[in-house]
């Protein structure tokens, strides 16, 4: 699953992306619309809590692949490369500068709603675009001969651009799984999941203004659309964390309040925000945490850990993460009869810790 991270300069996004992925760009030879690929371990306590029961060989948490591309705008969005690059993405993080730096020059004030707007309508202006064109080359067809699925196709993108002309996206477009399976090759961008993530500036009080700061910022009512969300970090702070030990990221965290840092929260709304959810297979050789599609049932789980275990599904020995840790081992939630036998039709649980019985 890869989230695109867009932004306007000079928002700190190519900074993010390099702290969230460890990747390190070379400034001088950098194509400012060329895309670079990394790909962040998705913080999960509840895997370190079964792992701190097993003691296991080896470790392993799922990831989220990030994509940065170059500063956004309507300019940018022609370019077919640029485009194709968001166009390959499952969802996108917007990057929104709210910090002050006079190192970093400002073509406006600050005014993160105002940005988010922005680039949301340069977004919507790409996909109707590409809808005029296929209408037109659609009107063309059904006068030479009419099909039920040119029609369909006609009528839904019709509703697609009656959506854009009235500036709404078209995440927000209420379609059936047929409708959504009809469009998906058209890669919309206005129709991606979005994360809107606050770049804010370093205080003493970080641990409330990061707290505060969607509010503060007006960015509520959007971020509670459809398919839409919105988190804050602070780039310096989660640049001097990057260069941490364990040991000194938590005592720095503590010194601000803070629990955890904003780039653990990010990557969590990310993960969220793209539909999936994480199941656990636990042992003495690993613990290791599995991404699958919210709603899965149990036997295509089995095909996420190995194809043969789908093929050959039998049943899934499933418990929660939190009733295996009280319990202190599988046998004793065995004989508590907390160790449940699931079918292949069983829909998998986010935290589910799952043994995949199969004839192969």
Same mark, same amino acid.
């Given at each position: ?159 697609? #651009? $009656? &959506?854009?002309? =009235? ?6 477009? %209420? ?7 009809? *469009? @998906? ?111 899965? #049932? $149990? &036997?295509?789980? =089995? ?6 275990? %789908? ?7 499933? *418990? @929660? ?40």
């Amino acid at each position: 699953m890869k989230t695109g991270i867009i932004g306007l300069p000079q928002v700190g996004k190519t900074s993010l992306f390099q702290i969230l992925t460890k990747a390190h760009l070379s400034a001088q030879h950098a194509n400012p619309r060329e895309a670079h690929i990394g790909v962040a371990k998705v913080p999960d306590g509840r895997l370190d809590k079964l792992a701190a029961l097993y003691n296991p060989k080896k470790l392993t948490h799922t990831s989220v692949e990030y994509v940065d591309v170059g500063a956004i705008g309507q300019e940018a969005l022609k370019d077919t490369a640029y485009a194709a690059h968001l166009r390959n993405v499952d969802a996108l993080a917007h990057v929104l500068r709210a910090f002050e730096d006079s190192a970093v020059p400002l073509l406006h004030p600050i005014d993160p709603l105002r940005d988010a707007k922005n680039v949301e309508f340069d977004l919507m202006i790409s996909d109707l675009g590409q809808i005029e064109k296929r209408l037109e080359r659609l009107e063309k067809d059904l006068k030479k001969m009419k099909t039920p699925d040119l029609e369909k196709e006609f009528e839904l993108l019709k509703r697609a #651009r $009656a &959506q854009l002309e =009235a500036e709404k996206p078209l995440r927000e477009m %209420e379609m059936s799984a047929e409708e959504k399976k009809r *469009i @998906r090759g058209f890669m919309f961008l206005s129709e991606k999941p979005i994360l809107y993530v606050l770049n804010i500036g370093e205080s003493p009080e970080l641990g409330q203004d990061l707290e505060e700061a969607v509010s503060k910022y007006k960015l509520t009512e959007i971020a509670s659309r459809p398919n839409a969300a919105a988190t804050a970090i602070c780039g310096r702070v989660e640049a001097e964390l990057a260069e941490m030990s364990d040991a000194d990221a938590a005592e720095f965290l503590s010194s601000y309040d803070l629990k955890e840092s904003g780039l653990a929260r990010l990557i969590r709304t990310t993960y969220k925000l793209l539909g999936v959810i994480s199941f656990f297979t636990a042992g003495d050789d690993e613990c290791r945490a599995w991404q699958v599609p919210a709603n899965s #049932r $149990a &036997q295509e789980a =089995a095909g996420a850990i190995h194809s043969d275990l %789908e093929k050959h599904f039998i049943r899934a020995e499933t *418990i @929660r993460w939190d009733e295996l840790l009280e319990a202190g081992s599988e046998a004793n939630a065995r004989a508590k009869g907390t160790l449940r036998l699931e079918g292949k039709d069983y829909i998998v649980q986010d935290g589910d810790v799952m043994h995949i019985r199969h004839s192969g």
